[in-house]
């Protein structure tokens, strides 16, 4: 608790009528919710209207993540995002955010197998958008960028399990680690990233058992997607949760809302009255 206090910064959210007090969400913070039990919410957003709503809903991270690739830009894979198209995403979600932890992927390609690479990317990524922290997939094997990244004073969250920038080394989306040399390695790998200095963890799409076993054997907070309910916080990508994207529909996934049916029923009624000389009325003009 005496760790928030030092590092807590309270923020007046000046959009709101009542003046309500939030607290800033730092790495410290989450670091504390996983202390008390709290669990730790996060979701994607990568523009600054959804992520303003998001904020002011009280979401604790927002993660600008590269399925920026698949949701905004309709590519198959995470693969194509470039360094600068993240930034851009990062840039417009940061001029919402007063209060949530925003987060940032590291896209494919700027930070595997080069260490002074992945700082760069992440520095430009700090100074460009002025987001909190960077999240860069993978073990053992980027461990050298993750301290690298780490010496800069940046925060980094670590993520394992199905690593979608490793797509074409896997060949499908199916559950990872289900096989006792792959959950090993998992969860030395969990241990390594931990120690290193990693605030978080994600782990996607794996066994539940096994994120729990994670999740009690590292002291840093990990996040779930498909990885069950015993872990510290859970993460959707936002489009999916909304039910935007339709024909993604993994087990784990809850829809909280079907906005593809909303949005083409809005679009169509609006053509409806364009067409019929409804819209605009007597008093939709000037
Ligand atoms: O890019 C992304 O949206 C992610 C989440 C699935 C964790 O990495």
Do not use: W
Request: aromatic share 6%; glycine share 6%.
């Amino acid at each position: 608790m005496k760790r928030i206090t030092k590092f807590a910064v309270h923020f007046k959210c000046r959009k709101m009528k009542e003046s309500h007090i939030f607290t800033k969400v730092t790495t410290h913070v989450l670091q504390a919710m996983k202390q008390k039990g709290e669990k730790i919410s996060m979701l994607t957003a990568y523009d600054y209207s959804y992520a303003r709503i998001l904020d002011r809903a009280g979401i604790d991270v927002i993660l600008v993540g590269d399925s920026a690739s698949n949701v905004m830009a309709g590519h198959k894979t995470t693969l194509p995002i470039t360094l600068d198209q993240m930034i851009y995403h990062a840039s417009s979600v940061m001029r919402a955010v007063s209060r949530a932890l925003v987060v940032v992927d590291l896209p494919f390609g700027t930070y595997q197998g080069n260490s002074k690479e992945a700082l760069n990317s992440a520095i430009r990524i700090m100074k460009e958008s002025s987001a909190n922290a960077v999240k860069i997939e993978g073990g053992r094997e980027i461990l050298e960028s993750v301290e690298r990244i780490l010496s800069a004073g940046i925060p980094v969250m670590g993520h394992l399990g199905l690593t979608p920038q490793s797509i074409n080394k896997f060949g499908t989306y199916v559950v990872r680690a289900t096989d006792t040399q792959e959950a090993h390695k998992l969860l030395d790998d969990a241990k390594l990233l931990s120690q290193a200095g990693c605030f978080a963890i994600v782990l996607e799409k794996i066994p539940s058992k096994l994120a729990s076993q994670v999740t009690k054997a590292v002291t840093v907070p990990t996040i779930g997607i498909g990885a069950g309910a015993n872990v510290d916080g859970q993460v959707l990508v936002l489009h999916d949760m909304l039910g935007i994207t339709q024909e993604f529909s993994p087990r784990f996934l809850r829809r909280y809302h079907n906005m593809d049916a909303e949005i083409f029923n809005a679009v169509a009624r609006y053509i409806d009255d364009v067409k019929s000389r409804d819209f605009p009325n007597e008093t939709e003009q000037y």
